[in-house]
T-cell receptor, first 108, second 115 residues
Framework: GQSLEQPSEVTAVEGAIVQINCTYQ??????LSWYQQHDGGAPTFLSY????GLEETGRFSSFLSRSDSYGYLLLQELQMKDSASYFC?????????FGKGTRLSVIA | DVKVTQSSRYLVKRTGEKVFLECVQD?????MFWYRQDPGLGLRLIYF???????EKGDIPEGYSVSREKKERFSLILESASTNQTSMYLC??????????????FGQGTRLTVV
C-alpha cells in the first residue's frame, strides 16, 4: 500500500517563506508531485521530483530525498493568493495517491 | 487548452436514487480517476481506469460503480444514493507511465448532496 503524511495546517505571514513537508511509504516509487487547490477549485499541478534534490519554479521549489522517503514544498515571498491547500502525491504505474493535504493560511 | 469536464457542478438527489456523474476529457489520456473529497480526509480514490472497458477499485469503492465505454468518458454511478455519499466528487485524467508527464488534470468537481 501507499501512505503520505503531511501537516494538516500551516499559517505564515505575507512575504515570508514556508515549508510544507511530506513523508511517504510506498510499494513502488517513481517520484513525488505537488498540487495546489484553492477553495472551491480543482487541484492543479505544481511540481514533480523524480530525482533527489531541489526543483525550482519561480517562487515555488520542491525537494526530494529518496533515502529518507521525504520531500517538501517551499514557497517564498508568500502572497495572499497562496492561501490554499497543498497536496503531495505519488504518481507512477499505480493509481495516483494523495496525502490528506496541508491548508496554508497566509496572513498580513 | 486541455480540459476535463464534469457534467454537473452541483447536484441534489434523494436517498435511494440512482445517480450518474459524467466526466469527459479531451487529452486522449489512458488513465482516468474518480476521487471523493471530504474535509480533513483529503482526496480518496474511488475507482480508476487504465483503458476502455477496464476498471479497478480504489480505496473506497463500496456503494459505487463505474463505466468506461469510450476512452474520453468515465462515469461514476451511485446505485442507490445514501446521505453518507454527500461529498465533492472529482474526476481526473493522466497519461500512463512515470515521470513528469503523469501530471493529473482535474475537472471542476461535482458537489453532490443526498437528502
Amino acid at each position: 500500500g501507499q501512505s503520505l503524511e503531511q501537516p494538516s495546517e500551516v499559517t505564515a505571514v505575507e512575504g515570508a517563506i514556508v515549508q510544507i513537508n511530506c513523508t511517504y511509504q510506498t510499494s513502488g516509487f517513481y517520484g513525488l508531485s505537488w498540487y495546489q487547490q484553492h477553495d472551491g477549485g480543482a487541484p492543479t499541478f505544481l511540481s514533480y521530483n523524480g530525482l533527489d534534490g531541489l526543483e525550482e519554479t519561480g517562487r515555488f521549489s520542491s525537494f526530494l530525498s529518496r533515502s529518507d522517503s521525504y520531500g517538501y514544498l517551499l514557497l517564498q515571498e508568500l502572497q495572499m493568493k497562496d492561501s490554499a491547500s497543498y497536496f503531495c502525491a505519488v504518481p507512477g504505474n499505480t493509481p495516483l495517491v494523495f496525502g490528506k493535504g496541508t491548508r496554508l493560511s497566509v496572513i498580513a | 487548452d486541455v480540459k476535463v469536464t464534469q457534467s454537473s457542478r452541483y447536484l441534489v438527489k434523494r436517498t435511494g436514487e440512482k445517480v450518474f456523474l459524467e466526466c469527459v476529457q479531451d487529452m486522449d489520456h489512458e488513465n482516468m480517476f474518480w476521487y471523493r473529497q471530504d474535509p480533513g480526509l483529503g482526496l480518496r480514490l474511488i475507482y480508476f481506469s487504465y483503458d476502455v472497458k477496464m476498471k479497478e477499485k480504489g480505496d473506497i469503492p463500496e456503494g459505487y460503480s463505474v463505466s468506461r465505454e469510450k476512452k474520453e468518458r468515465f462515469s461514476l454511478i451511485l446505485e442507490s444514493a445514501s446521505t453518507n455519499q454527500t461529498s465533492m466528487y472529482l474526476c481526473a485524467s493522466s497519461r500512463p507511465g512515470q515521470g513528469r508527464n503523469t501530471e493529473a488534470f482535474f475537472g471542476q468537481g461535482t458537489r453532490l448532496t443526498v437528502v
